[in-house]
């Protein structure tokens, strides 16, 4: 079983920047693919970065130069560094850590952009 938690959500301005840490708890993490999503209300979940365990990534396309997915496999711990935040950034952000078949979802956090 692995346990997640999530923060570094908060209030930023349009411009600036955040940065989101997800520990996970449990064996294996090393060998985890993990990746971050986010979701508004009424809309379905969709994915924003995602991180292999030999460190290959996969962006969307509307974070493309601004997000930067990474992994400390030490600390058991991926991060998502936001740069350059746009209002329709605004969501609340979720990591998941994949082993084999079975997902593991963080709580989720919320991230808003002022205009």
């Known amino acids: 079983q692995v346990q997640l938690a999530e923060s570094g959500g908060g209030l930023v301005q349009a411009g600036g920047s955040l940065r989101l840490s997800c520990a996970a708890s449990g064996g294996y993490f090393s060998l985890s693919v993990v990746g971050w999503y986010r979701q508004v209300p009424g809309s379905q979940r969709e994915l924003v970065a995602v991180?292999?365990?030999?460190?290959?990534?996969n962006y969307a396309d509307f974070v493309k130069g601004r997000f930067t997915i990474s992994r400390d496999n030490a600390k058991n711990t991926v991060y998502l560094q936001m740069n350059s935040l746009k209002p329709e950034d605004t969501a609340v952000y979720y990591c998941?850590?994949?082993?084999?078949?079975?997902?593991?979802w963080s709580q989720g956090t919320q991230v808003t952009v002022s205009s």
């Open positions: 991180l292999t365990s030999g460190g290959r990534t």
């Open positions: 998941k850590v994949s082993l084999g078949p079975r997902e593991y």
